[in-house]
């Protein structure tokens, strides 16, 4: 079975960082198009980072400079280092894989940014 389960949420203050982690199980996310999303609180769930085949990385530009998708091959687990966060950056994060077994997604850690 295909699980994804991030971790790292929590609340920093504006300038802080986090680092969100999504480990996954039932594939390798090496070689696979990984994806992190957030939706903030009335808003629609939009799409944030991803990282390709290739470990090419693209960004949203509200983050570009600010936030680094990554993975680790060894442990199965995709990352989100965020910098520089910003109040507008509240929201919940998920990660995502949709490929060829499916579409899949992690239930979400909630970042709340404020002082």
């Known amino acids: 079975q295909v699980h994804l389960v991030e971790s790292g949420g929590g609340l920093v203050q504006p300038g802080g960082s986090l680092r969100l982690s999504c480990a996954v199980s039932?594939?390798?996310?090496?070689?696979?198009?990984m994806g992190w999303y957030r939706q903030a609180p009335g808003k629609l769930r939009e799409w944030v980072a991803r990282?390709?085949?290739?470990?090419?990385?693209e960004y949203v530009d509200d983050v570009k400079g600010r936030f680094t998708i990554s993975r680790d091959n060894a442990k199965n687990t995709v990352y989100l280092q965020m910098n520089s966060l910003k109040p507008d950056d509240t929201a919940v994060y998920s990660c995502?894989?949709?490929?060829?077994?499916?579409?899949?997604w992690g239930q979400g850690t909630q970042v709340t940014v404020s002082s």
């Open positions: 995502r894989h949709l490929g060829s077994i499916g579409d899949y």
């Open positions: 039932g594939f390798t996310v090496s070689g696979n198009v």
């Open positions: 990282i390709g085949r290739g470990d090419t990385t």
